[in-house]
């Protein structure tokens, strides 16, 4: 008899739902999980540990949006959890919400540090971008060229400072032309972790 099998063959209170998804969670259950964890919520049962179990089930289920809300909302409840905190910085990241990682991974302690962003560096980002144009006309304009390189920096939780240098370079039956481009950016996340 599964776990799921037996949750339906018990009431749905909170002990039950707590047992239950505990044994789910230590079974690696996971869309069993999942179901019983969304029942939980529909009759109205919503706890820490039941978001953090239906997170961690969504994670482990590559479903990283899911998983994000059910953290973000665990996180209401306790946003002091190491567990909770390495699991929410880690489905940031996969969802692509760098900043929001980044903000959140700014009151780590140097544990939880060292285990999700390693050492703060004092560069945060590289790249380097290049490209060209083909010219439909070689009489008029030869191919364009460009290359882009850039750094960013991590200068506080909530500000990141970014700077590039582009060279753009043609040649046209007039003579050529070089531009070059410096450009400096700051981000600052607005949306609450």
């Known amino acids: 008899m599964g776990a799921n099998s037996l949750f339906a063959q018990q ?7 707590d047992s239950t998804t505990y044994a789910q969670y230590n079974g690696q259950f996971w869309d069993e999980l999942v179901q019983t964890g969304e029942n939980a919520l529909a009759q109205k049962i919503d706890y820490f540990y039941l ?17 994000e809300v059910h953290f973000n909302k665990a996180y209401q409840f306790n946003n002091d959890d190491a567990f909770l905190n390495e699991y929410l910085y880690f489905t940031y990241i996969k969802n692509e919400h760098f900043d929001h990682a980044q903000k959140l991974s700014a009151s780590f302690d140097s544990t939880l540090k060292a285990r999700t962003v390693g050492k703060d560096l ?9 490209g060209g144009k ?17 750094l960013g920096h991590r200068l506080s939780k909530y500000l990141n400072f970014t700077h590039s240098y582009t060279n753009y ?7 050529s032309v070089v531009q070059h481009q410096y450009y400096l950016g700051l981000r600052i996340p607005v949306k609450k972790v």
């Open 11 to 17: 009431s749905t209170d909170f002990k039950s739902v």
């Open 51 to 67: 978001r953090v179990r239906l997170g961690a089930a969504y994670f482990q289920l590559k479903k990283y949006r899911e998983a």
């Open 122 to 130: 004092p560069i945060s980002l590289i790249y380097t971008e290049s």
């Open 134 to 150: 083909i010219s439909n006309d070689a009489t008029l304009y030869n191919n364009a060229f460009y290359f882009q390189f850039g």
């Open 169 to 175: 370079s043609q040649n046209a039956y007039y003579g």
